[in-house]
């Protein structure tokens, strides 16, 4: 197609831009029903409609109409606004990724995936890694092979960061991993010397009916809009965005633990605000939501422990979860409770880890993909050289491959260079207290009063309205300066060594 006039491809870019998110939003609710409200049998019936929708978005990304739409824009950026080229910059990248990878790899690849899926969630039930094996040797090869497709002049490993977190390499990584284990070491070795924090009123009964409204709660105090904020129960916790009137955040509520549904509902609270904040003018684009992994952890782990964990924010909240569960808390004071959320121990699952040990988790896995993506480590080692990761950081004995590296599902999904996006939001997120204290003030006084409105009104300004329209090393940069890991190492440094009075 010819266009007349910039003024037309504009138009024509609005559109396929519009369809695609229309595509995207149907996918969404499906996903979304399929994990919360479908019964079981359904996914017969919808196995069809995924895979139909799936083609017509694949289709519409790699038509040669909007490669053309490319070029000619491309051809006039200089006539085009910041926004307009930064939509050109994310299609383009899109557009060449789909071109890149040959269809019949591309093909073979997601079969891979989805036998891997189930694969994978056999041999954790059966502490079977052998099973698992083979898969994860041809998604290691497929990965280097992508990499090289993606990013030919970087380091196939470089590459696969770049998918997650622009701009992030294994230089800056090894550097801040280095720093996070020099600092938070000698402080678990410190606390292994302490009594240890007593939270096991936190496993008492707790009927999942009074939870629920404890849920409610929580997502009034941390400001989200029920009319654009829905809560549904999963199995796994996750947040779902269709765009910034309709987010949808989940939880699993356990009964014999107060802590685990209400710092999820706290985390993924996070990543709502997140996009409920996003400006208006980037839905139904591909600017639309949150930037990076990175980001968006930055956003979820602020809220979850820099003020989910903080004394302040649990003196505002105390009286009410008291309220909740009068008998279950009977004996337990602020002090306590403050205490116990903030347990440190090193431990051998990452999901239920702490906020100190946590870290320590991601870089197990990052070392490990590291040597796996550069050929250092075979997969069949995987299982050895992971036990001795966790007993040289943590400590820990590892029991068997299905509490050591079968326990997460990212490899199997495909995942790798995901992981280092978990330990850079934390780190994100202490530098961005940081600087929103020096523009605040001290913000924990408005936290000790449950209100997050100063709090949740920077970090929109700052960060949340503008979803992906800045990459994220720059969004990070305008609002905090150079990135510098010091922060969270000395967060982490203050607040432990006070918990624990370790002076
Ligand atoms: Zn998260």
């Known amino acids: 197609m010819q266009y007349e006039s910039i003024a037309q491809a504009l138009e024509a870019l609005d559109r396929t831009q519009k369809t695609e998110a229309a595509y995207n939003h149907a996918m969404g609710v499906l996903y979304l029903d399929a994990a919360t409200a479908a019964p079981k049998g359904s996914y017969i019936g919808r196995g069809n409609t995924m895979e139909v929708l799936s083609r017509v978005i694949y289709d519409l990304s790699t038509s040669p109409e909007r490669g053309e739409l490319l070029s000619y824009l491309e051809s006039h950026a200089q006539e085009l606004d910041p926004v307009r080229v930064r939509q050109l910059e994310v299609i383009r990248k899109d557009y060449d990724r789909s071109h890149k990878i040959p269809a019949e790899e591309f093909v073979a690849y997601q079969v891979l995936l989805n036998d891997a899926g189930a694969v994978w969630e056999k041999a954790k039930n059966e502490n079977d890694f052998p099973s698992f094996a083979p898969y994860l040797e041809k998604i290691v090869d497929y990965n280097r092979k992508f990499a090289g497709y993606f990013n030919p002049e970087m380091a196939p490993y ?12 294994m230089v800056t990584l090894d550097a801040f991993f280095s720093q996070l284990r020099n600092a938070i070491v000698p402080l678990i070795e410190k606390i292994s010397g302490k009594p240890p924090i007593d939270d096991s009123f936190l496993r008492r009964t707790y009927p999942v009916e009074q939870q629920r409204r404890l849920s409610d709660y929580l997502m009034k105090t941390l400001g989200l809009d029920r009319n654009y904020c829905g809560i549904a129960e999963t199995e796994h916790p996750f947040t779902t965005n269709f765009n910034n ?6 939880t699993h509520y356990y009964e014999n633990s107060l802590a685990s549904s209400m710092y999820s509902v706290i985390h993924e609270g996070g990543h709502a605000l997140y996009e409920l904040n996003a400006d208006d003018q980037y839905n139904a684009t591909v600017l639309s939501g949150g930037v990076s992994m990175g980001i968006h952890e930055s956003q979820s782990r602020f809220y ?5 964990r903080s004394r302040p924010f649990i003196h505002a909240i105390f009286p009410s979860i008291k309220s909740f569960f009068p008998e279950q808390l009977q004996d337990v004071d602020e002090e306590m409770f403050y205490r116990a959320v903030n347990k440190a121990q090193p431990s051998l699952i990452r999901t239920e880890s702490d906020e100190l040990t946590y870290s320590l988790h991601i870089m197990v896995r990052y070392e490990i993909e590291k040597q796996l993506i550069s050929g250092a480590l075979s997969v069949s080692d995987v299982p050895a050289r992971w036990n001795e990761l966790y007993r040289e950081y943590l400590g820990v004995e590892v029991p068997n491959d299905r509490q050591g590296c079968l326990q997460d599902s990212h490899w199997s999904g495909g995942s790798i260079g995901y992981f280092p996006s978990y330990a850079l939001g934390s780190a994100y997120g202490a530098q961005m207290l940081c600087c929103m204290q020096q523009e605040l003030g001290d913000i924990y006084a408005d936290v000790a009063k449950g209100d997050l409105s ?6 929109k300004a700052h960060i949340h309205k503008y979803a992906s329209f800045k990459k994220p090393g720059v969004l990070f940069a305008e609002a905090c300066g150079k990135f510098d890991p010091k922060y969270y190492t000395d967060y982490l440094t203050k607040k432990f060594t006070a918990l624990y009075q370790l002076d």
């Open 454 to 459: 100063r709090i949740t009104g920077w970090l």
């Open 245 to 250: 009137k309709d987010v949808r955040i989940t």
């Open 304 to 308: 979850e422990n820099i003020i989910g």
């Open 158 to 169: 470089d590459a696969l960061l770049n998918e997650y977190e622009e701009g992030m390499n």
